[in-house]
Structures are given as structure tokens and as C-alpha cells.
């Protein structure tokens, strides 16, 4: 079953306007780490954020921001004002402490981000 | 911080043929060290992880094996590669429950 469910797959945007990536996440363990991460065109993967499960507190970095719910059981990530540079796939993924898997990362499918100017 | 290196970062190969991809990170030690494919249409899918020198789990039975020879090495292989091995591989290290950091990739395409 998948764990992490990003549910938009693509996404078009012009520049300035603000966008919301959608995560969903599934687990049983207590302890567990939500990221995400940016995959330009080059491939490399980028690494955005690091929530843990003890942590609902949202977090802003410059244009990023993201909301963390447990009760939902998501992590979405906002971008304010995008660009172009912003042009992207998303990858949300989890990891569980409690499952034995040496930390390994469940990935979304990602969202593909597109800003036009 | 931790640093992720992985050769080559493309790779043209004919169908049956052997393969071996490397891995190796700075900045840290007794990292736990993943492989990870991402075949076209962009989802990322976890190939073996380990924990230690020696030690490897596979998470998806295929034609390819993993080993680590040393603490930050980590290698890819196969004996003889699929058309259905083509991809884009990606190495990654972490500490403990911390962060994964990935190289830069390597691009195999199988003909």
C-alpha cells in the first residue's frame, strides 16, 4: 500500500502566485520523519525539510512554508509568490523509526511544478 | 554535513552485460547508506539499504545486488543487466533518523 500519497500530479502555475503541494501520509509507527524534497532538471534531489512526528509546529523559510497535521495525517507545502526557478518535481516522503527498515525513505510520486512567466 | 558521491553519472550499457555502480560519502561515519531507482514516470523506489559494514537488506528481489566493503563505500551491481534495469540510480547516506542526503545520480540506460 502506498505510505505517502501526493495526490496532484502536476501542477501549473504563473509566476507570483502562491501554490499548495498536497501530502498524505499513512503509518503506525509513533515515531516517524516527514521531508520533502525538490527535483530540478538536472535530477540531483534537493533537500527541503525535516519534520518529526513530536513536532506539529509549522515552519517558514523565506517563500516556503510548511503545515504539518497529524490529525489529518498530512504535511503540505506552500510556496508564496512562485518563480520560475521554482519549476520542479516535489517528492514527499516518510520515514518510520519503528519499522526496521533502517530509517529508508517511502517516497510520494512527486508533483511536478510548472511556473510560467 | 555529509557529502554523497557516486560515479559514473551516465552510463549507456548493452543487454546482458555486467554492471557496477559506486558510492561513497564524506563527512560522516557508520552512515546508513540506501540505493535508490527512479525509472520513467518519476517515482522513487528503495533497492537495498545498509546498516553496517557487510550488512544488506534487500527491499525488492531483481537482478541486482548490493554490497559495502568499507564503512562509506557502497556498490551496486549486476551480473548481467535487463533492459528493465534502466534508470536513473540514486545513492544516499544518513545518520541515525537524520536527514538523507543523495548524490548526484547515475544515469543507466540499457539497450
Known amino acids: 500500500a502506498q505510505k505517502v500519497t501526493q495526490a496532484q500530479t502536476e501542477i501549473s502555475v504563473v509566476e507570483k502566485e502562491d501554490v499548495t503541494l498536497d501530502c498524505v501520509y499513512e503509518?503506525?509507527?509513533?515515531?516517524?520523519?516527514l521531508f520533502w524534497y525538490k527535483q530540478p532538471p538536472s535530477g540531483e534531489l534537493v533537500f527541503l525539510i525535516r519534520?518529526?512526528?513530536?513536532?506539529?509546529q509549522n515552519e517558514i523559510s523565506g517563500r516556503y512554508s510548511w503545515n504539518f497535521q497529524k490529525s489529518t495525517s498530512s504535511f503540505n507545502f506552500t510556496i508564496t509568490a512562485s518563480q520560475v526557478v521554482d519549476s520542479a518535481v516535489y517528492f514527499c516522503?516518510?520515514?518510520?523509526?519503528?519499522?526496521?527498515?533502517?530509517?529508508?525513505?517511502?517516497f510520494g510520486k512527486g508533483t511536478s511544478l510548472l511556473v510560467t512567466p | 554535513s555529509q557529502t554523497i558521491h557516486q560515479w559514473p553519472a551516465t552510463l549507456v550499457q548493452p543487454v546482458g552485460s555486467p554492471l557496477s555502480l559506486e558510492c561513497t560519502v564524506e563527512?560522516?561515519?557508520?552512515?546508513?547508506l540506501y540505493w535508490y531507482r527512479q525509472a520513467a514516470g518519476r517515482g522513487l523506489q528503495l533497492l537495498f539499504y545498509?546498516?553496517?559494514?557487510?550488512?544488506i537488506s534487500s527491499e525488492v528481489p531483481q537482478n541486482l545486488s548490493a554490497s559495502r566493503p568499507q564503512d562509506r563505500q557502497f556498490i551496486l551491481s549486476s551480473k548481467k543487466l535487463l533492459l528493465s534495469d534502466s534508470g536513473f540510480y540514486l545513492c544516499?547516506?544518513?545518520?541515525?533518523?537524520?536527514?538523507?542526503?543523495f548524490g548526484p545520480g547515475t544515469r543507466l540506460l540499457v539497450l
Open positions: 516522503a516518510l520515514s518510520e523509526a519503528e519499522r526496521g527498515s533502517g530509517y529508508a525513505l517511502n
Open positions: 503509518t503506525r509507527d509513533t515515531t516517524y520523519y
Open positions: 519534520r518529526n512526528s513530536f513536532d506539529e
Open positions: 563527512g560522516t561515519s557508520n552512515p546508513n
Open positions: 545498509s546498516v553496517g559494514i557487510g550488512q
Open positions: 544516499a547516506g544518513t545518520t541515525r533518523g537524520e536527514t538523507q542526503y
